[in-house]
C-alpha cells in the first residue's frame, strides 16, 4: 500500500517542494548536502560531473536521508534513464524538451508497460523501496520534462497533455537564451516572463507539477507565491564557493584594518 | 632556483597564511575550494573521509590552483607521511605529538638524508616541482607538529626546539578536552588560553609557524593578532553545510510568512 | 589460428552453454561468481548497477577465468557496443531488439567492414586476444539480439535472417508482459509459451544460438530440453541473496525452538 | 537521548546477534547482503578485499540498513580505527589481541577522553548519528579483540579486565593454528575446545560479549546454546559462491541424466 | 579579454600542433603523458579504455599542464559532448562523420545559441577557464569532425562548409578499410592517398584546421609537409609498450651473449 | 602439487629474473606493460601512486599475465603485507630493512605459523591459487627485504641468516644517500661498491635472490653478470615519458630542419 515517497506523496500537504541540485560527484558531499533541509535532492547529470557510476553511490546514502532522490539526466536517452531508475532514482528530470513527441518517449522510457516500454529489472530500486516497487512505480516515480527552448514553450500546452507526465521544470537560464534574451535568474525580461506564465498556466491546467530554477530563497518563494510547486534553492557548488569565499573575503578584511 | 612554493616562501611579506581544511574526498569539491581565496588548502586525511588515493587526485585538482598543497596524516607513521609527499604534498601536519622524539620522527619522515630518512622517489613531487625539487626540499616541505594534548604542551619548547621542524599546529578542541576543559572553538577556557600562550611563545622562541583552527573570520582574525602565522578558516564540509542550511531556512522563514 | 573462444566455439561439442548474469559492480564479486563452474559470463549494463569502467575492471579480472566474457549493453547504442568490445568483450547482448533494421544495426555496430561500421582500434582486445584478433572477429564476437516484445516476436525471423547474428536471447519477464500476460518465469503463460516456440524454431532455421533465462537448475534444464543452446542460470545477487538468507532463517529457525 | 544503536543496545532482550561478514568491496554487494535478516554486518578490512574507502561507501549504503555496521580492522592501528569509526562504523574488531596492553591500546584508540585518546572530529558519525553522538559513544561504539593466538588465551582474564572492552571475539581458524591444532571450524579439537571454554568463562565473568565464527547454521547454534552471544554466519563471499555452485552443479547434474 | 587558449590560439605562429592520444584511464598517467612536450593531449574515449569519469580526474591533472585539452568521444551524441566540455575540454574530435547534417549536429552540440544548442552550465568549465569562459567559447573551443568512411569524403567539401567547425581528422585506419584498402598507417594506397588530398583541399578551401594519425615522427613530419597543420604522434599505450618491450629485448639480448 | 609459480620456481633454469616496476595506479597499464615480457611485475606501493585497492585491481588483471605478482610495501607494517598477500601477490618487498629483528618480522608477517604469525584467510589468493595454496606458501610466496641504508649493510650477514627469507634486494638511489655518497645508478662510488659486494657475498653464502635497480638493459647486464639474479628493469613511468618524449622531439627536430 504505502510504496515509496516519490514527488507526488512529498508535496502532499505543502504548498511547493524545495529542491537542491547535486553537481559534485562525491556519495559523502551528497549526504551533507541532502540532511540540510530540503525535500528533494536532484544529481544533475547533466551539468554536473556525475556519472552513472557516482549517482549509484550518491543514491545509496540518499537512502538513509529524508529526501525524494530524483536524476536530471543528460539527454533523452532511454540506457541511462532506466538504468537511473533502476538504481533507485525515484524519477529523472530530462532536459530540452520541445515536442510532445519528445514528452512521450520520455514517459515511455520511465514507464512500465502497458504505458510505456521501461524493461522490467528494478535490480536496486526492489531492494530498497521493497517488492511493491512495480506495482507502485506508476505513482511513485516521476517524468519531468524541461522546457528551455522556444519550441517547448509553443508546444506546452500539447507537451503538458502527454499522459503519465508528472510535471514541468523550466530552466530559465537557456529559456532565456533560446527566446533571444540575457540568461538572468533573479528576474525575468518581459519576453522570458510571458513564456514562464505560460507554461504556468499549462501546468495548471493539466494538475502537473510546476518547476523552476531560483538563485536566492526571496526569489524562490517569489516564484511559489507566483505558482509554483517545486522551486531548485540552488545547487551545492554555490553554497560551497559562496561560504568559503564569504568567510576567506570577512577574514582579508578584518585583517587589512 | 625557484623551487616550489611551500609555507615559508608562501608567508613571506605576509602577516599570516589562510587555510581551508578538505573533509569531503572529492577532486571536484577541493578544486572548487581552492579557488576561494586561501593561501594553503590542507587535504585532512585524519578527520575528513580522504584517503590516500583521493589524497592522490585532489593533489592533481590543485596543481591548477594557487595554494600549498598541505595534507593532515592519521597518525605519525611513515608509509603514509612518505607516500603524500611523493605525491606532490609541499608538506605534512601529523596529529598528536607529545614528545621531542615524536616531533623528531615526523621531521626524519619528511626529511631526506643526512637529516631525516625519507626514501628518495619523488614520482610525481619530481614530475611536478621539478628537477630541483629534492634539492629544494629542504626549504619547501614543511613540517607541522600537532599539539593537542597535556603532554604536548608540558613538551613543547623541547618539541619546538626539534631541528627541521616547520611548526606547530594547535588542535583546540582535543587540547581542550585534554586538559579536562570543554572542547570551545570561539574561546578560551583560562587554562586552555595558558597552554596555548605557551605553545605560541615556544614558536617565537624558535621563529616557527603557529597555526590553529578558526571557527569564524572574526576568531581567525583574534588569534593573528595575538600572533598566530597560519589560520585555518574552517573547512569545506562546514562551508557546504552553513551555506545550503541556510538557504532552506529562510526559505522556509519567508514561505511560512 | 586458434583465436579467442567465443560462444560458438564454447558451445562446440556441448548441448548448451551455461551463462551467469554479473548485476553487481566489483571485479571481485565478478571473479569469484565466474569461478563457480558456468560456461559464460555476462556482465548486465542494463538493470545491472554496472557501467562502462566496471565493465573493464570486471573483463580484466574474467580474463584470467575460464569462461566467455559478454557483456548485455543497455540499449541498442554504437558507443558502448564497440567500447565494450574494445575493452575485451567476446560479444554483446542487446535488449529490446523489434525489427530486423534494428537487429542489423546491432550486426553493424558489433561487426568490423565489409559487414559493419566497427570503427578499428580493438586496445584491450587485440592486447589480450592477440594479434590476430582483428581477423578472427568475426567468428569469436558475437551479435545476440534480445527479443521481449510483441513486435520482437512478429519480425523473429527476419530477425534471425540478419547475417552475422549469433543468437537470440528470450527476455521472458518483458516478453510475458509486453504480450500482455504476468511475468512468471518459471512456467509460461500459453500465449508466451507459443511466442517462445515461433522464436525457437526461427533460431532451428537459421542455425542461432538460442539463449533464455532460467530461474532455476530444473527450469534451465527443462528449457535447454527443449531446444534452447544458451541458458542463464540466474544472477550473482540472486545467488548472493539466496544463500545469506537461507542461512539467517535456517539459523532463527533453530535458535526459536 | 536515544543515541545510535550499537551491539550492546541491539543484544537487549535478543539471545545472541548475528554477524555476517562483507570481504566483497562493493557498496552495492553490501547492500544486498545487509537486508538478508542479520543484525550485525562487519566490513572485513583485515582478509577481505576492502579498503577504507571501499568501508566509507559501504557504510554510507548500511546507513539505510537495518543493522549495525562493525568493521574488521587489519591490525591495531589508531589511524584506521579512529577514520572508520569517524566514518560511522558503530564499533571495532581488532585481531591478535595477545596482551592486556594491548587491548587497553585498542580501547584507547576507540574512546575518547578521558578513557581514551581517540581524536575529536567525528565527521560523518556526528552527520548521520546526530549531534549526540560523542556523548553517547562509550555505550554505542564497541570495541572488540580478537583472541586468536596461545598468547591470547593465556592473558584472556587480563584482556576481559581491560576497562571499556565490549567483547572478546575467537578467531577459530588462527587460534587452532597457533594452538597447533588443524583449523576446523566445525567442531573444534580438544585443545581448542578448552581454550575456548576459557575465553567464554572470562567473557561471563566480566559481562563481555562472546563472539565467534560459524560456518553453518546449525555450527552457529550450537555455540550459542553454549554460551555465545555474537556469532558470525559466515561471509557474503561464501553465500555467493556456495549458491551459484550449487545452481550449476545441479545444472549439470540433470543435463547429464 | 585572453580568454582560454583552444587549438586556433595554441596553432598560431606554429606549423602545425603535436597531439598525443591518451588510451589509458589514469590521471597520473596521463599527467606523465602531457608532460613531454606535446601540444595538445586527446583523451581517446572512443578506443581508449577511459569514460567520462576518468576524463573529469585527466582534465583537472591537465589542467597544470601545457597542452591544449581536447576529447575524442565515442559517437555524435549530444550528451557526452556537452558533458566533457562541461568539464573542461577545449573541444571534442568526433568519429564517423559521414554528412554535412552530422556535421552540424556536431557544431550544434558543441557550440552555444545562437548557433547551436549547447545547454548553459559550464560548470568546471567556468571555474577553471574563468567567467569570460562562455562569451570566449565561439573561439577557444573546437569541433573536429573525423572522416573516415567512403561517404565522408564524398562529402567532404559539404563537411568542410558547415559553419563554426574548426577542423577535419581522418582516421586512416578505418578510412582505408571503408574504401576497401589495407590499413596502413606508414604509407597510404593510391585510393586512400587521392582521399587522403581531397581532404586536404577541402580544408585548406575552408581554413581549417587538417589533422592525422602518424605513426612515427617521420611520417608525422611527412604529413605537416604535406599540409596537416595538426598531427597525432601515437598514443600513451603504444609509447608504454614499445620502450618497455625494447628495453626487456635489448637485455634478454645481452643476457644471451 | 604444483603451487603457483613464485620467484624461486621462475628463476629455475634462468639465470637471473627480470623485473618491472610499475608506479601508475592503473590496471589497463599494469597490464600493458607486463604483457612485454617481464619475468616479474612489482606493484610499487612505496613509491609509486598506487594504493591498496589499485593493487588489487591491478592483481587481477596481472592474474591473466605471465609475470609473478610481486609487491612493494610502503613500510614494515603487517596491515598491508597481509593484506596485499591474501589478494594474491606472491610475494612482498620491503624497504628499508636495517637489522635481523627487523627482516625477521618481515619473514613473520609474511609467513604461515609455525614460522611466522600471518593470519588465516587467503580470500582471493586462495581462490585463484587454488585450494592448495596456504600448504605452499612457504614455497611460492616471497619475503625480499631492501638494504638501502648504511645499517642495513652493517648487518647483511644476519639479514641474511633470517630463515624463510627468500631474498635480499638492493635500493642503490638511497644506500648511496645512505653512505654519504650521491645517488648515481648507472656506476657505483666505490663506497657504493663494496657494500654491494658484501650484500652480494651474503646473498651466495646463504642462497637467497639477490635483486637491484638497473636504468639501462646495459647496466642490468653488467650486473647479472656481477651475481644479481633478480634485476629491475626500469619503471612504466620511465618507459611511458621516455618514448613519448623521444617521439615529440625527434619531430620537433624534423620539423626545423
New interface residues.
Given amino acids: 500500500m504505502a510504496g515509496p515517497i516519490g514527488l507526488r506523496q512529498r508535496l502532499a500537504g505543502r ?2 517542494l ?1 529542491n ?1 541540485y547535486c ?7 551528497g ?3 541532502a ?4 525535500d528533494v535532492v536532484t544529481l544533475d547529470l ?4 556525475i ?4 549517482a ?2 550518491m543514491l ?2 540518499l ?2 536521508c529524508d529526501v525524494v532522490p530524483m536524476v536530471r ?3 533523452l ?4 534513464i ?2 537511473v531508475l ?2 533507485g532514482a525515484l524519477g529523472v528530470t530530462c ?2 524538451i520541445g515536442t510532445a513527441e519528445q514528452a512521450d518517449r520520455l514517459v515511455r522510457y520511465v514507464r ?3 504505458r510505456g ?1 521501461r ?6 530500486a526492489g ?2 523501496h521493497g517488492p511493491g516497487y512495480a506495482a507502485a512505480a506508476a505513482e511513485s516515480v516521476s517524468a519531468m520534462a524541461m522546457i ?2 522556444a519550441e517547448g514553450v509553443e508546444n506546452v500546452e500539447a507537451i503538458a497533455a502527454v499522459p503519465g507526465l508528472t510535471g514541468i521544470y523550466i ?1 530559465p ?2 529559456l532565456s ?2 527566446l ?1 534574451r540575457p ?1 538572468r535568474l533573479d528576474a525575468f525580461d518581459p519576453v522570458v516572463d510571458r513564456a514562464v506564465e505560460r507554461i504556468l498556466a499549462a501546468c495548471r491546467a493539466r494538475g502537473l507539477i510546476a518547476g523552476i530554477f531560483a538563485p ?3 526569489r ?2 517569489e516564484l ?1 507565491r507566483r505558482g509554483f510547486t517545486f ?1 531548485t ?2 545547487t ?10 564569504q ?6 578584511t ?2 587589512s584594518r
Avoid: C
Fill in positions: 504548498r511547493a524545495v537542491g553537481m559534485m560527484p562525491g556519495a559523502f558531499s549526504e551533507v548536502y540532511r540540510q533541509g530540503f547533466q551539468h554536473g560531473l556519472e552513472y557510476a557516482d549509484v553511490r545509496q546514502a537512502t538513509a539526466v543528460p539527454w536517452d532511454p540506457a541511462i532506466m538504468k533502476d538504481a532536459p530540452m512500465y508497460p502497458p516500454e524493461s522490467l529489472g528494478p535490480i536496486r531492494l530498497i528551455e527552448t530552466g537560464g537557456d537564451l533560446s533571444g540568461a536566492t530563497p526571496a524562490a518563494d511559489v522551486v534553492l540552488n551545492d557548488v554555490k553554497a560551497l564557493e559562496t561560504q568559503a569565499r568567510w576567506v573575503d570577512e577574514y582579508r578584518l585583517e
